[in-house]
């Protein structure tokens, strides 16, 4: 029988150990790769004209604040459709690299409790495009803002002309 001593215990807890995190920093490199943001256009589709602002924070530091004031859409003149042109308008140099961050949109002095929240952490792609939207077509949320992404790689042409 053979007699394990306590230095020859410590000696394979400790191997083990540092074989398990060794093993742990292999997920880091599985990881995909970080996010990037190619562009953030706006679109309002109220009839009534709005300062847009955005700001992307990574842990709770901003690393981009901009507004713009964004024209009121245009009602079709025929009168068969309700569809407006929207205003619209494109927001410049803000990081190309947004990793883990959190971007707020809101319009004029709404409060913070109706900024609405995007937390790039939780989109499943490499890159993407977001558009700032303020109302609807239907015209039944005037006013509301809300944030789309799509992958489609022509947003994403923009952040490679950045770099």
Known sequence: MVRLTRRK??????????????????FDRDASPALTLG??????????????????????EPVYWAEMDISAAEPETDDSSSVATAGDGSFEGFPA?????????????????????????????SCIGLEIQIGDIEQSRTGDVSIWYTTDPHACENADNRD
């Not at 562009?39 to 709770?60: C, G, K, Q, Y």
């Not at 961050?101 to 900024?115: F, G, H, I, V």
């Open 39 to 60: 562009e953030i256009e706006v679109a309002n589709r109220d009839f009534r004209p709005h300062t847009v602002s955005v700001a992307i924070l990574d842990d709770e």
């Open 9 to 26: 215990t410590l000696q394979t807890g400790g191997s083990v150990i540092v074989a398990g995190l060794a093993g742990c920093s292999a």
């Open 97 to 125: 690299e947004v990793g883990q961050s959190l971007l707020y949109a809101w319009r004029d002095n709404q409060s913070t409790s109706k900024w609405e929240m995007l937390d790039f952490g939780e989109v499943d792609a």
